[in-house]
Structures are given as structure tokens and as C-alpha cells.
Antibody, heavy 120, light 107 residues
Framework: QVQLVESGGGVVQPGRSLRLSCAAS????????IHWVRQAPGKGLEWVAV????????HYTDSVKGRVTISRDNSKNTVFLQLDTLRAEDTAVYYC?????????????WGRGTLVTVSS | DIQMTQSPSSLSASVGDRVTVTCQAS??????LNWFQQKPGNAPKLLIY???NLETGVPSRFSGRGSGTDFTFTIDNLQPEDFATYYC?????????FGPGTRVDLK
């Protein structure tokens, strides 16, 4: 079955960096775009970034552009989210999400998430 | 960017009730709409895709309809395990956007 397992979250001071990982299994990883979606405590869902199945195209939400980089290693079935210059408002659970189709923006399977807390 | 709204923001219902949630897009998204269920402490789960298609394994009491800008999500015969927050999500264009959510709790 499809599994997505995020890791790398933790408590970090404002201005510092963190690298999140998402290990995937149960599907042909190299055929699907992967998204990151975040959820601040007690709040709704916010789409953050997506990377095309082959890594050739990436998109970000405006609030993280220039501070966040998404990448993937198809040989290791893993997606990464590099978070730089972190701010308090980046505090959230970060979910790794598989696209439903090989292309497109529809989401289906979600990981359990990893919590990032930005605090001094 | 396309904005998504949902109503109501919350509702109280009883087991066996029929519950309907509406979702509106700020522009035409044809049928590029998902519905997700999220229970506290859990990741969202896809219930409906392409506005009206039931995801594999999802009970048939869940349904969705609509196209263009106006969509509805319905739960028939509400079950105890259905108390959760429901989100719509458009995937017509970047950035993919979620509605603010509708919390369904026990009356």
C-alpha cells in the first residue's frame, strides 16, 4: 500500500534552517509529482510546494518563495523540503502528499506529517 | 489565485442525519475539485475527486456534485466515525488551494 513517511521536523530558532524528508513506498515513485502541504496548529491546510515526477519543474506558494526548496531523489524514493530563514509563521505540521495522477495538482495519499516549531 | 470558500464553517448533527457542505471557487474550476476528511491528530484522507468520483474504499454515503464554481458534499446517514473536519481543494490551477474547512460535530 502507499506509504509516505516524513521526518526532520523539530524545534528551531527563527532565521535557522531545517531539512524535511519524505520516504515513499508502495507505488512507482518516479511517476508521480509530490507535494508538501502544511497545517499551522488549529488552522486549515496550506499548500506549500510541488515537484514534478522527474524533478524538472517545481512550484511554491508565494509566502515561502526564496526560502524553501523542494527536491527529490528518485533512486531513493525520497522527497526533500529545505526550509531556510524560518519564521514563527512557518510553525506547522508539514505533510508530504502524493499526486493522484502522474501530472496535475490533485492530491491523494498523505503522510502522517512532521511538526516544525519555530521559536526562540 | 483561485480562492475557495466553504459553508458552513461548522455544524452540529446527529447520527443518521444528512449533512451537506458547500464549496465555492472564485472562478471556474470545471470539475477539478477534491473533498478531504480530517480527524483530530490525523492526516487528511481523500474522499471525493473530480468533484463527484468516490475514492476507492470510501463508503457510498459520501457523495459530491457540482461543476464550474459551485460544489456540494453530502453525507447521508451520518455515522459516528464521520465527525471530522471536511475540506474542499481545487486543482485547476496554481496554486492548488483548500477551502477553510467545515467541522462536523455531534449535536
Amino acid at each position: 500500500q502507499v506509504q509516505l513517511v516524513e521526518s526532520g521536523g523539530g524545534v528551531v530558532q527563527p532565521g535557522r534552517s531545517l531539512r524535511l524528508s519524505c520516504a515513499a513506498s508502495g507505488f512507482t515513485f518516479s511517476s508521480y509529482a509530490i507535494h508538501w502541504v502544511r497545517q499551522a496548529p488549529g488552522k486549515g491546510l496550506e499548500w506549500v510546494a510541488v515537484i514534478r515526477f522527474d524533478g524538472s519543474d517545481k512550484h511554491y506558494t508565494d509566502s515561502v518563495k526564496g526560502r524553501v526548496t523542494i527536491s527529490r531523489d528518485n533512486s531513493k524514493n525520497t522527497v526533500f523540503l529545505q526550509l531556510d530563514t524560518l519564521r514563527a509563521e512557518d510553525t506547522a505540521v508539514y505533510y508530504c502528499v502524493k499526486s493522484k495522477k502522474s501530472a496535475g495538482l490533485g492530491l491523494d495519499y498523505w503522510g502522517r506529517g512532521t511538526l516544525v516549531t519555530v521559536s526562540s | 489565485d483561485i480562492q475557495m470558500t466553504q459553508s458552513p464553517s461548522s455544524l452540529s448533527a446527529s447520527v443518521g442525519d444528512r449533512v451537506t457542505v458547500t464549496c465555492q471557487a472564485s472562478q471556474d474550476i470545471t470539475n477539478y475539485l477534491n473533498w478531504f476528511q480530517q480527524k483530530p491528530g490525523n492526516a487528511p484522507k481523500l474522499l471525493i475527486y473530480d468533484a463527484s468520483n468516490l475514492e476507492t474504499g470510501v463508503p457510498s454515503r459520501f457523495s459530491g456534485r457540482g461543476s464550474g464554481t459551485d460544489f456540494t458534499f453530502t453525507i447521508d446517514n451520518l455515522q459516528p466515525e464521520d465527525f471530522a473536519t471536511y475540506y474542499c481543494q481545487q486543482y485547476y490551477s496554481f496554486p492548488p488551494a483548500f477551502g477553510p474547512g467545515t467541522r462536523v460535530d455531534l449535536k
